[in-house]
């Protein structure tokens, strides 16, 4: 039995807290490893921020639709194994990503708090209606109303919902064992979750790179697919 193993299963609640290299295994590309997203040139965290949606809303526009949007990807067996935690009431996940594999995965809503937003779910500026995805990338401009398009995802210089906030800081407060798995930790107020952490709460992180972690906190090292393969729920 793998120590990850053991830690999920000797606790009561468990927190995870992911990031892009959960879903790397799922051909979703990362942001900021040597191939990731922010190596394609150009300027990300500019095509990424609310002034480029105001500004030069084409520019987000191209950029979103060329590298954002992945709906074949499939849920792997991170996210399998993590909904099926939820499933049961053992764990919480709240996750950077915005591509819905926790979700596909079959995570209970009640459960899950996509911190950053679902790309999937588009809707109107002008209007406010939502759209279908199909729509969106044929036409960055809303067919009714002739508003600009966008994703519900949190952009550089926009402010997180105070409701997720509250969420995640209440689940973190109360787990006992938080796992942190794909993520650099150094976006934030994502990354500054964790100083909510009771003091006897067991941490552990399950990342390709090493990253900080408090004191208390244990860095493993490696292919989170493996380690997650060894995981028995």
Do not use: W
Request: charged share 20%.
């Amino acid at each position: 039995m793998s120590e990850l193993n053991e830690l999920l299963h000797s606790a009561k609640k468990v927190v995870f807290l992911t990031g892009a290299g959960v879903s790397t295994a799922s051909g979703i590309p990362d942001y900021r490893s040597k191939n990731g997203l922010y190596s394609t040139g150009g300027s990300p965290e500019y095509l990424l921020s609310h002034p480029c949606l105001i500004n030069e809303p084409e520019k987000h526009y191209e950029f979103v639709k060329q590298h954002m949007i992945h709906p074949e990807a499939k849920p792997n067996v991170i996210h399998q194994k993590m909904a099926e935690f939820t499933q049961k009431g053992k764990a919480d996940i709240i996750t950077q990503n915005v591509e819905g594999l926790h979700l596909s995965a079959g995570a209970d809503p009640q459960h899950l708090i996509e911190f950053h937003g679902d790309i999937y779910h588009i809707y109107c500026q002008k209007c406010g209606r939502t759209v279908a995805l199909e729509d969106y990338l044929s036409s960055m401009y809303h067919e009714n109303c002739g508003g600009i398009l966008r994703t519900d995802i949190v952009l550089y210089e926009e402010a997180i919902d105070t409701g997720k906030i509250e969420k995640s800081v209440e689940a973190i407060s109360q787990a006992d064992l938080i796992v942190v798995v794909g993520t650099s930790f150094v976006v934030y107020p994502f990354a500054s979750l964790i100083q909510y952490a009771a003091p006897n709460a067991k941490m552990i992180a399950v990342n390709r790179d090493a990253i900080t972690l408090p004191s208390n906190g244990k860095m493993i090292k490696g292919d989170a697919v493996k380690e997650f393969d060894q995981v028995e729920v």
